[in-house]
């Protein structure tokens, strides 16, 4: 077969938080595609024992460079699902086909909220944020708040080794202290959380748990030396 086999990869998240929308690239190379003129086309679907409410777009597509973006929203139901790519490699009359499955576990998630409130007189810009569970840091980002206003900052957590028990979330407000702190004097914010489990089929996964940090303690934007007026 001129062109050589056809290899598929996919890039992306495989698990997931229950309804949620994530992007993922897939890349095709070899068979008849690559020759002058050829090009690649897919048609694309999720497959699980409950998907309603779930959408790949496009479902389809063509590409001569045999490279694919999608959006893939999540059943709002936890379960294992299945993105199935039908893949076409072709070149004028010539054509060959390959299946290509990419596994995601969907899971309802830990919603870690934490809604932050600057009582000061001046904006910050770029303030970092990290959430930890159990030690280990499980997202970070960057958010800005205006004065006298507040921001509430979300993540969905989800991890499939999660036991049941007791987890430690944190909530960690400008490490360095280059912004704000709480008016406690600190800027970390710890509590523990108990997770269960339910069954959905044959596969365990976690129980539906709104978790959230209500941080409404108020942040003390340092200020600013005012400038001496010159004489």
Do not use: C
């Amino acid at each position: 077969m001129e062109g050589g086999p056809i290899y598929v990869s996919i890039e992306g998240r495989n698990v997931v938080a229950t309804g949620e929308t994530w992007q993922y690239v897939v890349t095709v190379i070899g068979g008849p595609g690559v020759q002058t003129g050829g090009n690649f086309s897919y048609t694309a679907e999720l497959v699980g024992l409950n998907v309603t409410d779930s959408l790949v777009d496009p479902s389809s597509g063509v590409s001569s460079s045999g490279v694919f973006n999608m959006s893939v929203t999540l059943p709002p139901l936890p379960q294992d699902v299945t993105l199935v790519l039908n893949i076409i490699s072709s070149a004028g009359l010539d054509s060959e086909k390959t299946v290509k499955t990419f596994p995601i576990k969907v899971l309802t998630p830990v919603v870690i909220q934490a809604a932050v409130k600057n009582t000061g007189d001046f904006g910050v810009e770029g303030m970092p944020v990290s959430f930890y569970a159990d030690g280990a840091k499980v997202y970070e980002t960057t958010v800005d708040i205006d004065a006298q206003s507040s921001k509430t900052i979300r993540y969905n957590w989800t991890d499939p080794q999660m036991s049941s028990g007791q987890h430690v979330i944190t909530v960690m407000l400008d490490p360095n202290n280059k912004f704000v702190k709480f008016s406690s004097g600190g800027s970390v914010f710890t509590t523990t959380i108990y997770v269960g489990k339910s069954s959905y089929g044959t596969t365990d996964t976690l129980l539906g748990i709104l978790f959230v940090i209500s941080v409404v303690l108020a942040l003390i934007v340092y200020s600013r030396p005012k400038k001496r007026r010159m004489r």
